[in-house]
């Protein structure tokens, strides 16, 4: 059985005379150990599929699912109890900001030493001296001394430190890193991110790595899932979604990489933006961007789908001999045309 299971996933906020279909139908799984990485530009529904999962969803957010399990708990159906047993000690989250993560009024060691004693039955002194072990063990200098210092005293890259301390302070089976090297600059996220992969290894965690950048999940991830206005547009194994994206999305992405543009040139973009609340397409939503769309993609939803060993949701995957033909059969539309 999976560590997680999510099957037919939606979050949705109703705003004034409609609603916003912020995860649509995603279906995710997570074994034990494994690192699974979740890409997709900014309103994707990335983070908000993990807030779902954690039980972050605020009143008027709505959350059904078919299947939504941790461990053998279907977190749809516990108590608030329950999950607060669950969240923080066996599955755990690192938010983007960790400045606004922290409370300001409360020394690092105070919050430290709290969220210890709300998940295990340590007395203040034992999880006193347990923190101070968390803070070296991030590679927090004088950690002793730095448990009496406030978050504003702290660099980001510290405070983040601090996040990653507190949230593998109950040893979590999972732990979601949503962009955790957002606001630091790059030789910080580079330790950052090390820190988290040595983390990972030596404690067996499942991680999720919520992220933008292609170059972390490729050498961090051993699964990857592309995420495109509230769907899973495409699941691979890191290795094969490089080497043979299925979803022309993901080859729009990856063309996208600084890396890949030639000397002198432009760097490869995606016209057009992520679908808001009123101009959501009826048909494939990344249709009115895709090179490749016609009338066909335009008007009907593709469902995922397994294909060539991936998961894809698109009429005309990449590695289909017939798509050409198929697409001039269903009358290709020009993407400038419907962007």
Same mark, same amino acid.
């Given at each position: 059985m999976p560590l997680l299971e999510i099957e037919d996933l939606h979050v949705e906020f109703p705003t004034q005379g409609s609603v916003m279909h912020a995860v649509e139908g995603v279906s995710l799984t997570l074994d034990?150990?494994?690192?699974?990485?979740?890409?997709?530009?900014?309103g994707s529904g990335k983070s908000v599929t993990m807030m779902a999962l954690m039980g972050l969803i605020a009143y008027p957010g709505r959350v059904r699912a078919r299947t939504l399990r941790f461990a053998g708990h279907d977190l749809a159906g516990i108590s608030d109890r329950q999950r607060r047993?669950?969240?923080g000690r066996d599955m755990a989250m690192i938010f983007q900001e960790p400045t606004s993560s922290l409370n300001p009024c409360f020394t690092i060691g105070w919050q430290l030493v709290e969220a210890l004693r709300q998940h295990s039955p340590l007395d203040r002194k034992s999880a006193w001296k347990h923190a101070v072990g968390l803070l070296e063990q991030v590679g927090i200098p004088a950690a002793e001394s730095r448990m009496n210092d406030y978050p504003h005293q702290l660099s980001g890259g510290m405070n983040q430190r601090v996040m990653i301390a507190m949230a593998i302070s109950c040893n979590p089976r999972l732990?979601?890193?949503? &962009?955790?090297?957002?606001?630091?600059? +790059?030789?910080?996220? !580079?330790?950052?991110l090390e820190l988290l992969r040595?983390?990972?290894?030596?404690?067996?965690?499942?991680?999720?790595?919520?992220?933008h950048n292609m170059g972390v999940v490729s050498e961090m991830a051993q699964r990857v899932a592309v995420m495109y206005a509230g769907q899973v547009m495409e699941e691979q194994p890191v290795a094969s979604l490089f080497a043979r994206p299925?979803?022309?999305?993901?080859?729009?992405?990856?063309?996208?990489?600084?890396?890949?543009?030639?000397?002198?040139?432009?760097l490869a973009t995606i016209a057009g933006v992520v679908p808001g609340v009123f101009?959501?397409?009826?048909?494939?939503?990344?249709?009115?961007?895709?090179?490749?769309?016609?009338?066909?993609?335009?008007?009907?939803?593709?469902?995922?789908?397994e294909w060539m060993g991936a998961r894809v949701r698109c009429h005309y995957p990449l590695g289909d001999a017939s798509r050409q033909r198929d697409? &001039?059969?269903?009358?290709?539309?020009? +993407?400038?045309?419907? !962007?």
């Open positions: 034990e150990g494994e690192v699974l990485g979740i890409v997709g530009e900014s047993r669950l969240v732990l979601i890193a949503d &962009e955790p090297t957002t606001a630091l600059d +790059v030789t910080i996220q !580079a330790q950052i040595t983390l990972q290894q030596e404690r067996g965690m499942a991680l999720v790595l919520i992220t299925q979803h022309p999305y993901t080859e729009a992405l990856l063309a996208a990489l600084p890396e890949q543009g030639e000397a002198g040139q432009r101009d959501r397409p009826g048909g494939c939503l990344f249709a009115p961007r895709c090179a490749y769309a016609t009338q066909h993609s335009a008007t009907v939803r593709p469902e995922l789908r697409i &001039e059969r269903d009358g290709p539309i020009h +993407v400038e045309e419907t !962007a």
